[in-house]
């Protein structure tokens, strides 16, 4: 099972700062690597697969960068609405995994 | 607009057995995969099982292989979890997806509850 461990657990910063969060897989899962938001009481909403590619709809203040084991989602510019959990997630192997998430919080 | 619908969900006891069902619309059913992830309260996301689109094949985590079962209706455009012999850490949020196999999980149903406890 590839495991994900995302950095850090909590993310304080206020709106408009620019905030990076990590993902590490314990082996290689290529580009097949995505990100999830999700806000309190509500489902996970793809972001970004396939490592960069951006979702429909999703704005481009949120990018993708990384390949192998290493990976990372920016959001340039906070907004309000961003303060949320992100997950990251691979569909490499199976069985499909998700890491144990990074909340960004309103500082 | 595509629509996901869970249904099904409760409060069982452990060893009982529960069947999710999730309808979809607006888009075509049988050319996706279609899968179920849960969340445990106030936890993070484990993917639970996947329904391949065209090679029926079916996939599972290790904590729910032999005990639970994922099927698909083309015809009802819909997707089923039979969830037998539910232990008290089966408990969460059951989110429908589509994807899971060549694809992300794209769309979300808003998630059925399921509770286990004597």
């Known amino acids: 099972e590839i495991v994900l461990t995302q950095s850090p657990a909590t993310l304080s910063l206020s709106p408009k700062e620019r905030a990076t969060l990590s993902c590490r897989a314990s082996?290689?899962?290529?580009?097949?690597l995505g990100w999830y938001q999700q806000k309190p009481g509500q489902p996970p909403r793809l972001l970004i697969y396939?490592?960069?590619n951006r979702a429909t709809g999703i704005p481009a203040r949120f990018s993708g960068n990384g390949s192998e084991t290493d990976f990372s989602l920016t959001i340039s510019s906070l907004e309000p609405e961003d303060f949320a959990v992100y997950y990251c997630?691979?569909?490499?192997?199976?069985?499909?995994?998700f890491g144990q998430g990074t909340k960004v919080e309103i500082k | 607009e595509v629509q996901i619908l869970e249904s099904g969900g409760g409060l069982a006891q452990p060893g009982e057995s529960l069947r999710l069902s999730c309808a979809a619309s607006?888009?075509?059913?049988?050319?996706?995969?279609w899968s179920w992830v849960r969340q445990a309260p106030g936890k993070g996301l484990e993917w639970v099982s996947t329904?391949?689109?065209?090679?029926?094949?079916?996939y599972y985590a290790d904590s729910v292989r032999g005990r639970f079962t994922i099927s698909r209706d083309n015809s009802k455009n819909t997707v089923y979890l039979q969830m037998n012999s539910l232990r008290a850490d089966d408990t969460g949020v059951y989110y429908c997806?589509?994807?899971?196999?060549?694809?992300?999980?794209?769309?979300w149903g808003q998630g059925a509850l399921v509770t286990v406890s004597s």
């Open positions: 997806v589509k994807g899971g196999t060549s694809s992300f999980f794209g769309y």
């Open positions: 607006g888009l075509t059913f049988s050319a996706y995969a």
């Open positions: 997630q691979q569909r490499s192997n199976w069985p499909r995994t």
């Open positions: 082996q290689t899962v290529g580009s097949s």
């Open positions: 396939d490592v960069s």
């Open positions: 329904n391949g689109k065209s090679d029926g094949n079916t």
